[in-house]
């Protein structure tokens, strides 16, 4: 049995375990937090799970990777846009990690490092899944 | 072995004097159904690269259902709600918790054949 095999057999199950360590760390940062964290922090992660769903909405075998042929292009700009909410998820994660860690008076450092940890192993965890998910 | 799992669930409550640990167990429950709501009951599909989509649907709820598991207490302990000791016994509790499960798997692929 291959390193792909295995690769194949357990990843979807790791995938979902780093899945669920990126929001229990958020769960963490909220219930330890002194004060109410605003709903404007939520938004990373929430934003970063919904990247990771739509590119796991397209099966790695569909993608046509021909120079040539015009090929599946929106399956291509489907990837695209995933990949920019991933992207822009994980900058404002970054960015409120910043801001947390500046301003004295809102929530503590640690709820900025939790959002970006969140943000890194959802999508850490899409990835995984998506390249273990077979069909 | 089961038993022996819920009886330090309940120690690690008695100990210290607070239930808290207790929200560990609700983990315990939501772990098992994945394997009955897509597996058919039958902890197969898990060293199996077979059965699709819902398959692989399955192993990642199972997976981020075990990591509850073990979130809870630490998040607790965190919170300063819990003691130290009763986090570590909390993971004793899972630990054996997860060996009944690979018994259970080992025992039922063994009625297979």
């Keep these: 049995m291959d390193l792909a095999e295995l690769w194949a057999i357990f990843g979807p199950g790791f995938s979902g375990a780093v899945f669920g360590t990126g929001w229990w760390f958020w769960v963490d940062a909220v219930v330890c937090s002194s004060i109410q964290v605003p709903f404007v922090h939520y938004l990373p992660g929430i934003f970063a799970s919904l990247g990771a769903l739509m590119f796991n909405c397209v099966r790695k075998e569909d993608i046509d990777y021909s120079p040539y042929d015009e090929g599946e292009w929106r399956l291509k700009l489907w990837l695209f846009i995933a990949y920019v909410v991933a992207f822009v998820s994980l900058a404002a994660s970054v960015g409120l990690l910043i801001q947390d860690s500046v301003v004295k008076t809102g929530p503590s450092t640690w709820t900025g490092v939790a959002g970006v940890f969140q943000c890194v192993f959802v999508l850490i965890s899409g990835l995984m899944y998506w390249t273990s998910h077979s069909e | ?113």
Aim: net charge negative; hydrophobic share 55%.
């Design chain 2, 1 to 113: 072995m089961f038993s022996s799992s819920i009886l330090l669930q309940i120690l690690a409550c008695a100990i210290y004097g607070n239930w808290w640990p207790m929200l560990s167990a609700l983990m315990y429950v939501v772990v098992p159904m994945p394997c009955m709501f897509f597996g058919g009951g039958s902890t197969q599909f898990l060293i199996s690269r077979d059965g699709g989509g819902w398959i692989d649907a399955a192993k990642f709820l199972t997976g981020a259902s075990t990591v509850g598991s073990l979130a809870i207490p630490i998040i607790l302990r965190h919170a300063q709600m819990i003691e130290t000791g009763a986090m570590l016994i909390e993971f004793t509790s899972f630990f054996i918790f997860i060996c009944t499960v690979m018994c259970f798997h080992r025992a039922s692929l063994d009625d297979d054949w």
